[in-house]
């Protein structure tokens, strides 16, 4: 059998990761997402698994997003019983939002059961509990970067700094043996070089296949700090006439990005807001993790904050109230103007955000500030695309605020990002671009051709490659 990989999701669209690479004698998962966006959503990341689970020698997890980790616990309960790998912070970050995960679900399928046994139906499973969660947690394989694994006789495994958030990596495997010698790279997501708290994705020295992320393939990010200029009037309009900024962020990564802009402007008398929440557990939890591993963090960024007279991020970061409990979330509700509200979800399909929505969203005095990607049919898209009206949580909200899309903060590289990045790896490999929407893959497949000389796939879900 020739070396293949098949492309379970995240083809042709930016979510659903999973990616299953056999060589003959070994079966490893390249990640293990959730579908997110889109009404078949659910139902997908309810579909039994098109290969069966027990069967795979390993998992290798390119970083902790759950469009690229969250099914992992499923698989587990479905018999996998291999390897995960991964590096130690995502690691550290899985037990914070597969756990989140675990009773978030739960607790939806309790209400959803109350609801069915009203109506004599059969109950409702979620899609896996904490137990399924913790036996996942136990698989784990923790790994350093740029140091060689031997996976199977055949396939090592090394990891490269992607950039992306805390603890991401791009994946090489080295297949050899039998003759054969090819070095696969599976990009993961790559980070964007002009954020703060990351370094620089690394650049492999050699490949001859590259599986690809492209979700920002057909366009470039504004200036970072450009970006942080544009924060700061929104920031002060908003503060003006009396209303509320609402950020609906990703737990990891833009979420820190945010705090330590917004760090920046209070240290240069630039925050006019007094009150600014992070209202998402599992973002303070994860924040506090980010301030755990100061070590691994870009040291120029943390400088560039502690310069500004202060001594640690923790003191940088006083201005910031925590809001952990329902109840206090609930309380935000009442303040009518001038709060910074920090929560999740990012693409503004659940979580605590849906809520300040519907309190806020109806306001013209409210400002918006879309900081990271949204993807199809998400409200968060609806809300860029321009819709007047949303419905949330059985109401129907007149959009009324300002809508703000600071793509600056974006974690991904951009398009120009991508094709450097790509055009630095020796060897002129073939690319299967995956992670993007259609004309994002058109956009970057072209650049790469043109740039790179080389073939370019770009691969439907199900579709096998011969490597």
């Not at 998962?29 to 990341?45: M, P, S, T, V």
């Not at 939002?97 to 109350?114: G, I, T, Y």
Request: net charge neutral.
């Amino acid at each position: 059998m020739k070396p293949q990989i098949t492309f379970y999701g995240a083809a042709g669209e930016v979510t659903g990761s999973r990616h299953l690479l056999e060589t003959g004698q070994t079966r490893v998962l390249l990640d293990c997402g959730l579908f997110q966006g889109g009404r078949d959503a659910e139902q997908r990341n309810a579909a039994a698994f098109p290969f069966k689970p027990a069967v795979l020698d390993a998992v290798i997890l390119s970083h902790a997003h759950l469009d690229h980790s969250g099914l992992l616990p499923r698989l587990v309960s479905g018999g996998f019983k291999g390897p995960i790998y991964c590096t130690r912070q995502t690691q550290d970050l899985l037990r914070i939002m597969l756990k989140d995960a675990a009773f978030l679900q739960e607790r939806d399928v309790q209400w959803e059961n109350k609801r069915r046994q009203r109506a004599g139906r059969e109950p409702a499973e979620p899609l896996y509990t904490m137990e399924d969660v913790n036996r996942t947690l136990e698989l784990c394989v923790p790994l350093t970067y740029r140091s060689r694994h031997e996976i199977s006789g055949d396939l090592r495994l090394r990891y490269f700094d992607a950039g992306h958030i805390l603890g991401s990596g791009i994946v090489e495997l080295e297949l050899h043996g039998r003759g054969e010698h090819r070095r696969i790279v599976f990009s993961g997501d790559l980070g964007n070089p002009d954020t703060r708290l990351m370094h620089a994705p690394e650049i492999p020295a050699q490949a001859d296949w590259v599986i690809m992320e492209s979700t920002y393939g057909d366009r470039d990010h504004q200036d970072l700090e450009n970006t942080k200029e544009e924060l700061a009037k929104i920031l002060a309009r908003a503060y003006a006439a009396g209303g509320n900024v609402l950020i609906p962020a990703f737990a990891v990564g833009r979420t820190q990005e945010v705090l330590y802009h917004l760090a920046l402007l209070r240290h240069e008398g630039r925050l006019p807001q007094q009150q600014v929440f992070l209202d998402s557990p599992m973002a303070i939890e994860v924040t506090a993790l980010y301030l755990a591993n100061l070590s691994v963090l870009d040291r120029a960024d943390i400088e560039q904050l502690t310069n500004r007279g202060v001594h640690s991020i923790g003191e940088a970061l006083d201005f910031l109230h925590p809001t952990r409990t329902t109840e206090e979330s609930m309380n935000l509700n009442r303040i009518q103007g001038g709060a910074v509200i920090i929560a999740g979800s990012g693409m503004c399909e659940g979580g605590r955000i849906r809520h300040h929505f519907k309190h806020n969203l109806w306001r013209r005095e409210t400002e918006v500030v879309i900081v990271g990607f949204q993807a199809r049919e998400t409200l968060g898209r609806r809300l860029i695309d321009g819709a007047e009206r949303v419905t949330i949580m059985g109401n129907e909200i007149a959009v009324k605020a300002g809508i703000h899309t600071l793509g600056g903060y974006s974690a991904h590289a951009g398009r120009s990002q991508l094709l450097a990045w790509a055009k630095a790896i020796g060897g002129r490999p073939r690319f299967c671009l995956v992670h993007g929407e259609e004309k994002a893959l058109d956009a970057l497949a072209l650049g790469l051709e043109s740039a790179v000389g080389t073939q370019v796939i770009q691969p439907s879900i199900g579709q096998k490659v011969i490597l």
